[in-house]
């Protein structure tokens, strides 16, 4: 690809991506549009390679900042769901799956505790996910809070390599004629 269709590519996706995040004002949409913003990033990892892609995620983080309200939305943006589509394509190049797994799950672990350090840090109370009229102690909440999110990150890991062959079906050829590839 040329390197005019290349900064095109990366900048209407960047575009894409951070409307995406705009959207986030709506309920329930900041645990749900984080992740499709960075599955959009999956085509430039694809055609352009994994240098456009992470500075795509960069352009996007930092606008983010800037941008969008949903303080949530953008800590699961920049915190993992903006670069995981990219290290996604790093890590399946391991050979046992069983490892490759370990790593993706390790990387999703340390990438939630950190978030809550964060949150933590920065004045959040982590009381706050405490359930109401629950005897359950914030560390047992945390603990399912963490299971849940492991689950939904394994269905959402799944769900992007199944999305994988309708890109390259519909959506790669459909490119490649307006890029000009």
């Not at 795509?56 to 670069?83: N, Q, R, T």
């Not at 399946?92 to 939630?112: P, Q, S, V």
């Amino acid at each position: 690809m040329k390197h005019t269709a290349q900064i095109a590519l990366s900048g209407m996706i960047s575009a894409l991506s951070l409307l995406v995040l705009l959207l986030t004002i709506f309920p329930f949409s900041t645990y749900a549009l984080p992740p499709l913003a960075g599955a959009l990033l999956i085509p430039l990892v694809i055609d352009c390679g994994k240098k456009w892609a992470f500075g795509a995620y960069a352009a996007v983080s930092l606008l983010s900042l800037f941008l969008i309200s949903d303080m949530e939305s953008k800590m699961l943006f920049i915190g993992f769901f903006g670069y995981y589509p990219i290290i996604k394509s790093m890590l399946e190049t391991i050979r046992t799956r069983f490892i490759e797994w370990l790593a993706k799950l390790l990387l999703f672990n340390i990438a939630a505790v950190s978030g809550y350090a964060v949150l933590s840090a920065i004045g959040f109370s982590l009381e706050e996910f405490s359930i109401p009229g629950s005897s359950m102690p914030l560390w047992g909440v945390l603990l399912a809070f963490l299971v849940a999110g492991n689950a939904i990150f394994i269905l959402y890991d799944i769900g992007l390599t199944r999305a994988l062959p309708l890109y390259f079906s519909r959506f790669q050829p459909m490119l490649r004629r307006v890029i000009g590839r």
